[in-house]
Each structure stands twice: as C-alpha cells, then as structure tokens.
C-alpha cells in the first residue's frame, strides 16, 4: 500500500505565493515521474508540471516562469513552489506518483484561491 499526502494549498492574493508539498510512504520500490496537476470548476484536469527520475521538468505554457517543481528522491517527495499566482490558478491541485510495479497514484487534492 502506496499513499500520497498533500499539503500547503490555501488562499492567497493575485501576485501571492504558496507552495505545495506531497509525500509518498509505503512499501515503494522505485518512483518514475511525479507532478501536479490541477482542476478548476466545470474544467478537465490538466497537466501543471512533472518531473522524471533523474530528468528535466516539464511545465505547461501558462505557469512557465511563475511555478517551479521540485523533487526529493530520498525523502519520495516532490514540491510545487508557485509565483506570481493570478486568479486563473484557482483549482485542486493534485500530486500524482508514477510508482514501479504500481502504476500511477493520485493525491486526495488540495484547494488553491487565488483572489483579485
């Protein structure tokens, strides 16, 4: 059993910044790609960055610039530092874990406001 627990959402200003952690923890033999993805009201979940085991990350056009993914392979953590947050950022944020011999897990998700 595999679980992922996500911290650091809440509400914030336009300009503000959070930062989001998650935590894997387990009997985990190995971990291909980690990110965020997130999910506005009324909007399919979308890509927000990921990061390969060992490899460079990858960001969707609109937080290029603003949000940084981060990863701890010891510690099976990966955090989402996000700048300059604009009220179009407004959504559930959920970490999801590519996990060898498992397949890909998902956070419980974690609300990020943004206010005007």
């Known amino acids: 059993q595999v679980a992922l627990v996500e911290s650091g959402g809440g509400l914030v200003q336009t300009g503000g910044s959070l930062r989001l952690s998650c935590a894997a923890s387990?009997?985990?033999?190995?971990?291909?790609?980690m990110g965020w993805y997130r999910q506005a009201p009324g909007k399919e979940r979308e890509l927000v960055a990921t990061?390969?085991?060992?490899?460079?990350?990858n960001y969707a056009d609109s937080v290029k610039g603003r949000f940084t993914i981060s990863r701890d392979n010891p510690k099976n953590t990966v955090a989402l530092q996000m700048n300059g947050l604009k009220p179009e950022d407004t959504a559930v944020y959920y970490c999801?874990?590519?996990?060898?011999?498992?397949?890909?897990?998902w956070g419980q998700g974690t609300q990020v406001t943004v206010s005007s």
């Open positions: 990061i390969p085991s060992g490899g460079r990350p």
């Open positions: 999801n874990v590519n996990l060898l011999g498992v397949g890909v897990i």
């Open positions: 387990g009997s985990i033999f190995g971990i291909t790609s």
